[in-house]
Antibody, heavy 118, light 107 residues
Framework: QLQLEESGPGLVKPSETLSLTCIVS??????????WDWIRQPPGKGLEWIAS???????HYSPSLGGRVTTSVEASRNQFSLRLTSVTAADTAVYYC??????????WGQGTLVTVSP | DIQLTQSPSSLSASIGDRVTITCRAS??????LNWYQQKPGKAPKVLIY???SLQGGVPSRFSGSGSETDFTLVISSLQPEDFATYYC?????????FGQGTNLEIK
């Protein structure tokens, strides 16, 4: 059974880089037909799609993040990663990784809260 | 970007009630519209995908309909475990977008 687990620091200083990893277990990240996505949710607010990566490295990014975001796959470790540069308090959120298959998110990680604060 | 507008934003209902939540897209998403349920402190869970397909394991009291720009989620008879926040999401084109959410509360 597929499981996703986000990991990374829970506190990041303003202007620094947020880095998260999603560890995938129960399936190969290399299997085609899947996209691996990042979604975030500021406290008390709605869901925002951030980025998507295919197993071959093809990526899509939210234009609202202004080029600050990158995602990559580390196939040998069956995980994928998110980097968000120049963070501000507005980037404080619960960050989820999720598998995008057949046009919907069938599996999600449990989410990890990242707070941007001095 | 495709904007998704859900209505209502919040809703109070009783056990056994029939509840309808709508989602309107700013342009056609064909049938690439999904519905998720989220409970506090938990990740969202897909209920309906492709506008009307029920995800495995989801009770049949949940149903979805619609196409192009207008979609509906119906809960035919509310159960205690259904009180949560519901989101629609379009997967027709990037950037994928979500509705603002509908908070379903106990009356």
């Amino acid at each position: 059974q597929l499981q996703l687990e986000e990991s990374g620091p829970g506190l990041v200083k303003p202007s620094e880089t947020l880095s998260l990893t999603c560890i995938v277990s129960g399936d190969s990240i290399n299997f085609n037909s899947y996209y691996w996505d990042w979604i975030r949710q500021p406290p008390g607010k709605g869901l925002e799609w951030i980025a998507s990566i295919y197993h071959n490295g093809r990526t899509h990014y939210s234009p609202s993040l202004g080029g600050r975001v990158t995602t990559s796959v580390e196939a040998s470790r069956n995980q994928f990663s998110l980097r968000l540069t120049s963070v501000t308090a507005a980037d404080t959120a619960v960050y989820y990784c999720a598998r995008h298959r057949e046009h919907y998110y069938g599996q999600w990680g449990q989410g990890t809260l990242v707070t941007v604060s001095p | 970007d495709i904007q998704l507008t859900q209505s209502p934003s919040s809703l109070s209902a009783s056990i056994g009630d029939r509840v309808t939540i709508t989602c309107r897209a700013s342009q056609s998403v064909r049938f690439y519209l999904n519905w998720y349920q989220q409970k506090p402190g938990k990740a969202p869970k897909v209920l309906i995908y492709g506008a009307s397909s029920l995800q495995g394991g989801v009770p049949s009291r949940f149903s979805g309909s619609g196409s192009e720009t207008d979609f509906t989620l119906v809960i035919s008879s509310l159960q205690p475990e259904d009180f949560a926040t519901y989101y629609c999401q379009q997967s027709f084109t990037v950037p994928y977008t979500f509705g603002q959410g509908t908070n379903l509360e106990i009356k």
